[in-house]
């Protein structure tokens, strides 16, 4: 009997490793390993742009002065990206893997929970998002649920994932700047 488990215990192993490997060599994955190492491209240029723009300013424990400070550098970051656009970050292929690894994780086991949190964490339904725009003073950050960051790609500490009705932002929490944003990246269920 414990033969026949093993057995079976090994088999199941190999066909695991056996599926990893043929999904590995898809397609689709080179596709979403390309569309990843995209993002963290464009993430990181953001990255050394917000670096660069913050420099090293002055410690200071003045509420008004830390708001002075935050405020230059969004205006700054504003400047320098005054072209920046819905989809400079989430283009449409990066976009696409999202949507595939957010489908994948509310599909999964833990889907529920997720679901769940979002509706309870007071629930930010839709609103008007615009890139380089100030997240809006009024309204609350709804937190993302930590199931749902573990399938994304990991960001710098200077950017988080925000949830916003059914759009996923790209926020800068130092500069109070939605960086961007992707429309429709959660189902509506």
Do not use: C
């Not at 088999?11 to 898809?26: D, H």
């Not at 002075?68 to 292929?93: H, M, N, S, V, Y």
């Not at 609103?127 to 649920?145: D, E, F, G, I």
Request: hydrophobic share 45%.
């Amino acid at each position: 009997m414990n033969k026949i488990m093993s057995i079976g215990a090994g088999f199941a192993v190999f066909t695991v490793l056996m599926m990893s490997t043929v999904w590995a060599g898809s397609p689709q994955a080179a596709d979403d390993a390309q569309a990843v190492n995209d993002f963290e491209a464009r993430v990181s240029r953001y990255t050394e742009l917000h670096k660069r723009e913050a420099g090293s300013p002055k410690p200071t424990n003045s509420a008004t002065k830390l708001a002075e400070i935050r405020d230059q550098l969004a205006e700054k970051i504003r400047a320098d990206r005054a072209e920046a656009r819905q989809g400079d970050i989430f283009t449409p292929e990066i976009a696409a893997y999202f949507r595939r690894q957010l489908a994948a994780t509310l599909a999964g086991h833990s889907g529920a929970k997720i679901r769940a949190s979002l509706r309870h964490a007071e629930p930010i339904h839709a609103m008007p998002l615009q890139v380089n725009a100030k997240y809006p003073q009024k309204v609350p950050l709804q937190s993302t649920p930590p199931t749902l960051l573990l399938n994304l790609p990991a960001l710098p500490k200077e950017l988080q994932y925000r949830i916003v009705g059914r759009a996923l932002v790209l926020y800068d929490p130092g500069t109070d700047l939605i960086v961007d944003f992707m429309e429709a990246a959660l189902s509506s269920e």
